[in-house]
């Protein structure tokens, strides 16, 4: 058994010595301090010692991964010390006095999406297998068959079958794994209203109903961006206005929104509603205009930007300067996924499709689903090894090069700030680079690497020179930018990983 005592006492010097140290405890594998003077603390020292693996700064606390035997380390470390440890709970709270409004904001959504992960990186995996069965043309398969005709794309290629077309097995699958798909990602506004709740210590419940009045089957799924467009939609008519039934389904912004309107309304009830009338009064008073705010205001504010963007994409793609556009589009396309706004391009991929034959946005954002999933990687790179971090990381990597980029860019990206950022910037080069060479899809189809079997004949060598760069641009930034200390101050630096059940 290692004696971690010589070590333990290499790392009190190391942080600054005891004077230092405001506060100390560990996890699974890391020792957690807030320090009263970060500066204080000297990285490479601290590295060298033989039983520390890593060091990071996560929600204003330094963090020393030790590994599995991180607990006879602490015990370790507490004797020679002498200090004491404090719970989890007053670390965060310790640690949240170093952080500025951007980390704030940033542990905030940790907090909101990590209870969320374990359902994200399965669903995530889901969508994507079932993007191998019935989005991919195997040409082997031989050339669909519709009523007796063979199939055709608008330019002319012929259409081949997916495995669901020659088999009724895998059809059965299919269509079985779009139950946990839809429940997963359709519905992800329940889980995020409820997290909201649950991390500001409101009424969880609330937060779940409020979640299914966003996604009820009543509502406009909100996917059918060309019945929205086209002004064809159910409202609720109040005589003097009316609202539209729209939903929210996979949409993350609104959500949110809402639910911290819900949150901050009940606690404010809560406070002027004598406690003898607040078991009735307090939810009432909180979910019902809530719910009203969130499709009378919420709504149509996304509706209107959505359309907006619409036509700023159709005037983009057809401009002279039409290659920077794709370095825009590019670089923004993964924000635009988190807003919910990215459902509005479904229909621009079509009429640009009914129009010329093929699709030239497409493309790009089948290239920043490669993008954001090549920043896992990046992460998989430099963390390798940790046993716990891979555990999200590579199914998310996984699910993102087979079109479903929610686990990369809830599960780790966006937590880390730099591999997003990083993301983003390839898939701007990337974007830009498809645009400029003209690449062309024959319509919608499977993102990620898979997408090169959308891509129009003549188009090929375009897209995987724009594919090579949305592939090993994001790897190499996201080295560079941990190695390099870049971005890395407002990120929460390790991945959270969450025990399934809990």
């Given at each position: 058994m290692a004696d971690f005592k010589k070590d333990a006492k290499e790392l009190l010097d190391a942080i600054g010595g005891k004077e230092n140290v405001n506060a100390v405890t560990h996890?699974?594998?890391?020792?957690?301090?807030?320090?009263?003077?970060p500066s204080g603390a000297d990285?490479?020292?601290?590295?060298?010692?033989?039983?520390?693996?890593?060091?990071?700064?996560?929600?204003?606390?330094?963090?020393?991964?030790?590994?599995?035997?991180?607990?006879?380390?602490y015990n370790e470390f507490s004797d020679v010390s002498g200090l004491e440890g404090v719970s989890k709970d007053d670390v965060k709270s310790a640690g949240a006095k170093h952080m500025n409004w951007l980390q704030r904001l940033m542990a905030a959504l940790a907090e909101i999406f990590t209870p969320l992960i374990p359902a994200i990186i399965i669903g995530g995996l889901i969508l994507g297998f079932r993007n191998v069965l019935e989005g991919i043309q195997f040409e082997s398969l031989g050339q669909l068959v519709v009523d007796g005709q063979l199939q055709f794309t608008n330019a002319g290629a012929p259409i081949y079958n997916s495995i669901v077309n020659v088999s009724q097995f895998w059809a059965g699958v299919n269509d079985f794994l779009w139950l946990p798909g839809e429940a997963i990602f359709h519905f992800l506004p329940v889980g995020i209203t409820w997290s909201v709740t649950r991390k500001m210590g409101t009424?969880?419940?609330?937060?779940?109903v409020l979640g299914i009045t966003l996604v009820s089957p009543q509502l406009l799924n909100a996917y059918g961006v060309q019945e929205i467009l086209a002004g064809d939609v159910q409202t609720w008519d109040f005589g003097f206005f009316q609202?539209?039934?729209?939903?929210?389904?996979?949409?993350?912004?609104?959500?949110?929104?809402?639910?911290?309107?819900?949150?901050?309304?009940?606690?404010?009830?809560?406070?002027?509603?004598?406690?003898?009338?607040?078991?009735?009064?307090?939810?009432?008073?909180?979910?019902?205009?809530?719910?009203f705010i969130a499709h009378a205001v919420i709504g149509p504010i996304g509706w209107t930007l959505g359309t907006g963007l619409s036509q700023v994409v159709n005037w983009g793609l057809s401009g002279t300067f039409n290659w920077l556009f794709g370095f825009?589009?590019?670089?923004?396309?993964?924000?635009l996924v988190i807003t919910g706004l990215h459902h509005m391009f479904n229909a621009i991929d079509l009429q640009l499709v009914a129009d010329y034959g093929g699709t030239n946005l497409w493309p790009m954002i089948a290239l920043s689903n490669i993008a954001q999933g090549s920043a896992v990687l990046g992460m998989i790179i430099m963390h390798w090894g940790d046993k716990k971090e891979e555990q999200v990381s590579i199914p998310a990597a996984i699910s993102a090069y087979l079109g479903v980029?929610?686990?990369?860019?809830?599960?780790?990206?966006?937590?880390?700030v730099?591999?997003?950022?990083a993301g983003m910037i390839g898939s701007a080069f990337a974007g830009m680079i498809s645009v400029a060479l003209g690449v062309t899809a024959n319509s919608i189809g499977v993102g990620g690497l898979p997408g090169f079997l959308s891509i129009q004949t003549d188009s090929m060598i375009g897209f995987f020179i724009a594919m090579a760069v949305a592939f090993f641009v994001p790897i190499i930034l996201t080295i560079f930018f941990e190695k390099k200390g870049i971005l890395t101050k407002w990120e929460n630096n390790h991945l959270p990983i969450p025990k399934l059940g809990q």
């Amino acid at each position: 058994m290692a004696d971690f005592k010589k070590d333990a006492k290499e790392l009190l010097d190391a942080i600054g010595g005891k004077e230092n140290v405001n506060a100390v405890t560990h996890c699974a594998t890391r020792m957690r301090f807030v320090l009263d003077d970060p500066s204080g603390a000297d990285v490479k020292r601290i590295e060298d010692i033989p039983s520390v693996k890593g060091t990071f700064t996560q929600a204003g606390q330094f963090q020393v991964i030790i590994g599995n035997r991180v607990a006879d380390f602490y015990n370790e470390f507490s004797d020679v010390s002498g200090l004491e440890g404090v719970s989890k709970d007053d670390v965060k709270s310790a640690g949240a006095k170093h952080m500025n409004w951007l980390q704030r904001l940033m542990a905030a959504l940790a907090e909101i999406f990590t209870p969320l992960i374990p359902a994200i990186i399965i669903g995530g995996l889901i969508l994507g297998f079932r993007n191998v069965l019935e989005g991919i043309q195997f040409e082997s398969l031989g050339q669909l068959v519709v009523d007796g005709q063979l199939q055709f794309t608008n330019a002319g290629a012929p259409i081949y079958n997916s495995i669901v077309n020659v088999s009724q097995f895998w059809a059965g699958v299919n269509d079985f794994l779009w139950l946990p798909g839809e429940a997963i990602f359709h519905f992800l506004p329940v889980g995020i209203t409820w997290s909201v709740t649950r991390k500001m210590g409101t009424t969880q419940i609330l937060g779940i109903v409020l979640g299914i009045t966003l996604v009820s089957p009543q509502l406009l799924n909100a996917y059918g961006v060309q019945e929205i467009l086209a002004g064809d939609v159910q409202t609720w008519d109040f005589g003097f206005f009316q609202l539209d039934k729209i939903g929210y389904q996979a949409q993350v912004i609104p959500a949110m929104m809402a639910g911290f309107l819900l949150a901050y309304l009940e606690k404010w009830l809560r406070k002027v509603i004598p406690e003898a009338i607040s078991m009735i009064f307090v939810p009432l008073f909180a979910l019902v205009p809530t719910i009203f705010i969130a499709h009378a205001v919420i709504g149509p504010i996304g509706w209107t930007l959505g359309t907006g963007l619409s036509q700023v994409v159709n005037w983009g793609l057809s401009g002279t300067f039409n290659w920077l556009f794709g370095f825009v589009f590019g670089g923004l396309y993964a924000p635009l996924v988190i807003t919910g706004l990215h459902h509005m391009f479904n229909a621009i991929d079509l009429q640009l499709v009914a129009d010329y034959g093929g699709t030239n946005l497409w493309p790009m954002i089948a290239l920043s689903n490669i993008a954001q999933g090549s920043a896992v990687l990046g992460m998989i790179i430099m963390h390798w090894g940790d046993k716990k971090e891979e555990q999200v990381s590579i199914p998310a990597a996984i699910s993102a090069y087979l079109g479903v980029t929610e686990p990369a860019l809830f599960g780790i990206n966006i937590k880390f700030v730099y591999p997003f950022v990083a993301g983003m910037i390839g898939s701007a080069f990337a974007g830009m680079i498809s645009v400029a060479l003209g690449v062309t899809a024959n319509s919608i189809g499977v993102g990620g690497l898979p997408g090169f079997l959308s891509i129009q004949t003549d188009s090929m060598i375009g897209f995987f020179i724009a594919m090579a760069v949305a592939f090993f641009v994001p790897i190499i930034l996201t080295i560079f930018f941990e190695k390099k200390g870049i971005l890395t101050k407002w990120e929460n630096n390790h991945l959270p990983i969450p025990k399934l059940g809990q």
